[in-house]
DNA sequence: ACGAATTAGACGTTTTGCGTCTAACTAGAA
DNA sequence: TTCTAGTTAGACGCAAAACGTCTAATTCGT
C-alpha cells in the first residue's frame, strides 16, 4: 500500500508535492547527520508535516531514502544533459559531464562527513537506485564519445581500453578522488577536472592536449 | 565516586589527561549534532577511549557535558586575559575582550546549528558552570572600566548606568547578537565589535569616536 | 456537504542508549 | 616477579527513543 508511485502530486503548496517535499527535507538531513543519526521524526519536523503523513507516502525509513536518492538522480540527470547540451571541445564536455554527474553528488552531501555511512546504506538498501544512478553516467557518457568519435574529434581505439571498460575506469576514478582526507567541494571539482583531462589526452586524435 | 577532581592527569599520551581528551572530543560532537543526537558511545569513539574509561572519570553524560563546558571556560579566561594584557585605547581593548570571551563561545559551537539546544542544556544541566562562564567576562570587564576610568581615559558616569548594569547590558547585546538569523562567524564577530564601539562611545571621555 | 489529504496522538514492538559491573589486559614501580 | 592503577571488551537490566500501525478528528478544495 502507498506504493509511492507516480499517483498525484496533486495540489502542491510551492509547486512541489508532498514526495518531494519529504525527499528534500530528508535528503537535508542525511547529508548533515547521517542515515542513522536522521529520525523519521526529524524528516517529518523538517519537512513541515506530520509524522504519520510519511507513512502515507513511503513504506518506512528505507524508503524515504531511496526516494531521496531517486530525486538526486533526477537532478543530476537534467544537469547532466544539460552539460551535454553544450558544444565545445571534447575534453571540457567530458569534465563538464563529470562535474554534473559526480560533483552534484557529492556536493548533495558534502553538508556533513557521513559519505561512508551513506555509501554504505546506498548499498545495501538502494542497490536498484544505486545502479540507476550510475546507468545515466555511464549512457551519457557513451553518448559524449561516441559522437566525439564519428565527428573524428577523438580515436577511442587510441585508449587501447574499449569504451565501456574506459567509462568504468572514469566512474572508479571518479570514486577514487574522494579517498583518503574527504576533499573539499571545490577540490573535488578541481579533481575531477584533472581527471577528465588526463582522459581526454588517452583519446586525443593529435596527441596534444590544450589546457 | 570518580569525582572527577583535579585528580592526577598522570601521563598524558601528548601532554593532555585523559579527562581534558575526552572533553574535547565531546565538545566536537556536541558543536556539530547537539547534545540530544550525541551519544556516550560517539564520545568515546571520538576520544579513542573504551566507553568504560568515560565512566572513570564521569558520572554520566551531563557531567562530560560540564566538564567540557569548563575546559572551554578556561580557554576564554586564558583569551580574555590575554586581550586584557594588550595595550591600547579602551574601545580596542573593549573589543579585544568581548572577541575573546563571545566569540570564542560561539566559535566553538558554531561548527552546527544547536546553540538553541546548547544553551538549554546549558541552562539545566550546568547551570554554576554557566555563571562561573560569564562571572569571568563580569570580572575582566570591571577591570578594564576601572582601569580606563581611572586613568581618566573614559568616564563611566557618563553613561548614565553603574557600572554592574553597563556590563550586564553589554553581556545582554553580545547575546542578542546570535538572534535571528544565525550568523557566521565572521559576522557575529563584526557584530560584536559594533557593539563594543557603542558602548566605548557611550563612556568615551571626549564624546569623539575613532572608528 | 462531500471526499481526499492531513493531522495529533496513542499503541505495541524493536532498537538504542545509559549506567553498572566483571574479568582480563597493560604498563610502570617496588 | 608482584603489586597497583588505568584501561579495555563485553555483558547486564532498565529506561528512553524510534519504528511502524492505527484511529478519530480536522482541514481544504470542489
Excluded at 548533515?32 to 513504506?59: C, N, P, Q, W
Excluded at 524515504?64 to 544539460?82: H, S, W, Y
Excluded at 571539482?189 to 593529435?206: K, N
Amino acid at each position: 500500500m502507498s506504493d509511492r508511485s507516480e499517483s498525484s502530486i496533486t495540489s502542491g503548496e510551492d509547486g512541489k508535492g508532498r514526495i518531494e517535499q519529504i525527499a528534500e527535507a530528508a535528503l537535508r538531513l542525511f547529508a548533515r547527520y547521517g542515515y542513522k543519526r536522521t529520525s523519521m521524526d526529524d524528516i517529518a519536523r523538517e519537512a513541515g508535516v506530520a509524522r504519520a503523513t510519511l507513512y502515507l507516502h513511503f513504506k518506512g525509513k528505507d524508503d524515504v531514502f531511496r526516494a531521496m536518492l531517486a530525486g538526486l538522480g533526477a537532478q543530476v540527470e537534467t544537469r547532466c544533459r544539460e552539460a551535454l547540451a553544450t558544444p565545445g571541445p571534447f575534453a571540457e564536455r567530458l569534465a563538464a559531464l563529470m562535474a554534473a554527474h559526480h560533483g552534484t553528488a557529492f556536493s548533495a552531501f558534502s553538508a556533513g562527513e557521513h559519505l561512508g555511512e551513506l555509501k554504505a546504506v546506498m548499498i545495501s538498501i538502494a542497490g536498484a537506485e544505486l545502479a540507476a544512478f550510475e546507468a545515466i553516467f555511464i549512457d551519457l557518457a557513451r553518448q559524449l564519445f561516441d559522437g566525439a568519435a564519428a565527428q573524428g574529434e577523438i580515436s577511442i581505439e587510441r585508449s587501447g581500453l574499449r569504451l565501456d571498460t574506459l567509462i568504468a575506469t572514469i566512474m572508479r576514478a571518479a570514486a577514487g578522488a574522494k579517498y583518503g582526507e574527504l576533499p573539499s567541494c571545490e577540490d573535488y571539482l578541481l579533481r575531477l577536472r584533472e581527471i577528465a583531462s588526463v582522459f581526454a589526452a588517452a583519446v586525443s586524435r593529435d596527441g596534444a592536449l590544450r589546457a
